[in-house]
């Protein structure tokens, strides 16, 4: 498997660019953190300037550590910084990682910007990096995520109890999926003709 943290990767579609994350991104992210709505799922709250701010610092950490390469998601028309995405538990000798921390702002929500999201990370991960497993996880509670990764054709794996603690200290079931690469061609074209009906 190629280095996966290689600097200044990035994907291009038809409406978003996917643009390794840094440090000129970071008042565009900031902007497209703040609706508090983002956060409600996750384990904190980064629409806080001091939490988001923490946030930025430890994934820039985690990128010269080589462990995750983090993602800005960018706005063709206009440039807009609007979200960001990650590759993360990057297991080279496996194979496999997780596609997570994928939020957007609201104004995109139900768009076809997260299936051109996908398909882009997607590509990148079977047929350029030669990925056998990907997986994706969402809060147990988060109805509106899971049916996302859901239209994805994504496997449903079952819940991990108590797999992450919040700030407020309460746990996090998650629940998790997996793509791996003998049904990448299948989803591919699903993916594919979801972007072609927008």
């Known amino acids: 498997m190629q280095n996966l943290v290689s600097p200044l990767l990035t994907l291009k579609g038809s409406i978003i660019n996917l643009e390794t994350l840094q440090a000129h991104h ?41 462990k995750e390469h983090c993602f800005v998601i960018v706005d063709r028309a206009d440039q807009r910084v609007i979200g960001s995405t990650r590759f993360l538990n990057i297991e080279p000798a496996h194979r496999k990682l997780e596609i997570g921390w994928t939020w957007l702002h609201p104004d995109y929500w139900g768009t076809a910007v997260n299936f051109e999201c996908k398909l882009l990370l997607l590509t990148h991960c079977f047929e350029q990096l030669n990925i056998a497993r990907v997986q994706v996880k969402t809060d147990e509670l988060n109805t509106r995520s899971r049916r996302a990764i859901e239209k994805l054709d994504a496997t449903y794996e079952g819940i991990l109890r108590n797999d992450m603690v919040r700030e407020d200290g309460s746990h996090r079931n998650s629940a998790y999926y997996s793509i791996i690469i003998q049904e990448w061609p299948g989803i591919k074209e699903l993916l594919v003709q979801n972007l072609s009906s927008f």
């Open 26 to 66: 970071l008042p565009g992210l900031e902007v497209a953190a703040r609706p508090k709505e983002i956060w409600k799922h996750y384990a904190l709250d980064a629409s806080k300037p001091t939490t988001f701010q923490r946030a930025f610092q430890r994934a820039s950490m985690e990128m010269e550590a080589g």
